[in-house]
């Protein structure tokens, strides 16, 4: 009898341990999931060329609604309302300088990004 109790309770002891291991191991997993998540966010637009010159390309994973570009101030300086997923919109009327294109898809969806005007 004191033979399998020796022989089980370091088994016991191992078990405890490494089943807290598994706990730390998924919480930290979970976590990482998480951030994971909120950047793997699908994009509603890619556009390009960036910097810009005459013409940008914005091309929408979904039909788009609006293209507005917004200067630093926060003002709006050219808005494009569209209804195709593939879009040429004309920056000559803009000035240079850095403009955010805050971008509207059919599902309401909205991201915002950043490009310069040569």
């Given at each position: 009898?004191?033979?399998t109790c020796f022989i089980f309770l370091p088994l016991i002891v191992c078990n405890?341990?490494?089943?807290?291991?598994?706990?730390?191991?998924?919480?930290?997993?979970?976590?990482?999931?998480?951030?994971?998540?909120?950047?793997?966010?699908?994009?509603?637009?890619?556009?390009?060329?960036?910097?810009?010159?005459?013409?940008?390309?914005?091309?929408?994973?979904?039909?788009?609604?609006?293209?507005?570009?917004?200067?630093?101030?926060?003002?709006?300086?050219?808005?494009?309302?569209?209804?195709?997923?593939?879009?040429?919109?004309?920056?000559?009327?803009?000035?240079?300088?850095?403009?955010?294109?805050?971008?509207?898809?059919?599902?309401?969806?909205?991201?915002?990004?950043?490009?310069?005007?040569?």
């Amino acid at each position: 009898m004191k033979m399998t109790c020796f022989i089980f309770l370091p088994l016991i002891v191992c078990n405890i341990s490494f089943s807290q291991d598994i706990f730390d191991q998924n919480s930290s997993e979970n976590d990482s999931l998480n951030s994971r998540n909120l950047k793997d966010k699908p994009a509603v637009f890619k556009s390009y060329p960036n910097p810009v010159e005459t013409y940008l390309y914005v091309i929408g994973n979904l039909r788009l609604q609006s293209v507005e570009f917004i200067n630093v101030s926060g003002k709006t300086q050219l808005f494009y309302k569209v209804n195709k997923a593939i879009n040429r919109l004309d920056t000559s009327e803009l000035k240079k300088g850095m403009y955010l294109i805050k971008v509207t898809n059919e599902n309401y969806a909205i991201e915002v990004k950043r490009i310069v005007k040569l």
